[in-house]
C-alpha cells in the first residue's frame, strides 16, 4: 500500500487508476519478491535462512494482501500490465474491524511468550484462522444476499443486466444490492438477520449529463465503478 504515497504527486482523480493497480499485480508480487528477499538475506536475523525461503516468504506476504484486497468492492488490477480489469468479489468491507482484530490479537498475545514457546504460535494460528473463517463467511453471507436480491427483482417484474452486492458498515450485517438496466439502477438495502421492508428505489442513468465533458473522464469513472 506504499502506492498511497503518490496521493502527494497525482491528483485523486488520477490515483483512481494508480492505487491497487501495478503495485496490486500478481507479476508485481513475483517480481518484488526478489529484491525484498535478497535485502532479507542481507541481514543479520535472517542469514540462516536460505533466499529461496526469503523469497517465498516475500511472495506470500505481497500475494495475500493482493487477494485479500480483491475481496473488497474496491477492486484489485491483478492482470497488470496485461488487463486493467478491478477484480473485486465484494464481499467485505475496505476496513473490517472483525476480519482485522483476530489477526492483531494473535500477533500480539503471541508475542508476550517466550521466542521458542509453542504458545507463541498457537494464539497467532488461532487469529489466523479466525480471520479466514470469517473471510470465508463473507461470500456466503454474499451468496445469501445475491438470492433475495434476485427474488425481489423477479417477484417486482424487473429485467436487468447486471447484478452487484455490496457490504456497508462493519461486520457483514448490512448490504446494498443494485441492478443494473437498460436505463437506470434499481437499488435496495438488506440486514443479514431481518427482512428488508425498504422498497426498490429507481436511479434513472441520464447518459446525456455526460455530453461534453472530458472523455478520458468519462470513461475512468464508468471504469472505476464497474459500470
Not at 521466542?115 to 497467532?124: G, P, V
Amino acid at each position: 500500500d506504499l502506492d498511497v504515497l503518490l496521493y502527494l504527486v497525482y491528483e485523486s482523480f488520477d490515483m483512481l487508476r494508480i492505487h491497487r493497480g501495478i503495485s496490486h499485480s500478481i507479476l508485481f508480487c513475483i517480481l518484488g519478491a526478489f529484491p525484498i528477499g535478497f535485502l532479507m538475506h542481507k541481514t543479520s536475523w535472517a542469514k540462516q535462512f536460505s533466499y529461496l525461503r526469503l523469497w517465498t516468504f516475500a511472495f506470500l506476504c505481497l500475494i495475500t494482501h493482493v487477494i485479500l484486497d480483491a475481496f473488497t468492492s474496491y477492486g484489485t488490477q491483478l492482470f497488470l500490465p496485461f488487463s486493467d480489469v478491478r477484480l473485486g468479489l465484494d464481499s467485505i468491507n475496505v476496513v473490517d474491524p472483525v476480519y482485522t482484530l483476530p489477526l492483531i490479537f494473535g500477533a500480539l498475545l503471541g508475542m508476550i511468550f517466550p521466542r521458542l514457546s509453542n504458545w507463541r504460535m498457537r494464539l497467532n494460528t488461532v487469529g489466523l484462522v479466525v480471520s479466514s473463517v470469517y473471510l470465508m463467511l463473507t461470500l456466503v453471507v454474499k451468496q445469501d444476499i445475491i438470492a433475495r436480491f434476485e427474488s425481489d427483482l423477479a417477484s417486482s417484474n424487473i429485467e436487468y443486466k447486471k447484478v452487484l452486492t455490496m457490504p456497508v458498515g462493519t461486520a457483514n450485517l448490512n448490504w446494498f444490492g443494485v441492478a443494473k438496466t437498460n436505463d437506470g439502477l434499481f437499488m435496495k438495502k438488506y440486514n443479514l438477520f431481518s427482512e428488508s421492508k425498504d422498497d426498490l428505489v429507481y436511479f434513472p442513468n441520464n447518459d446525456d449529463y455526460l455530453i461534453g465533458l472530458n472523455s478520458e473522464w468519462v470513461e475512468t469513472m464508468k471504469w472505476f465503478s464497474k459500470g
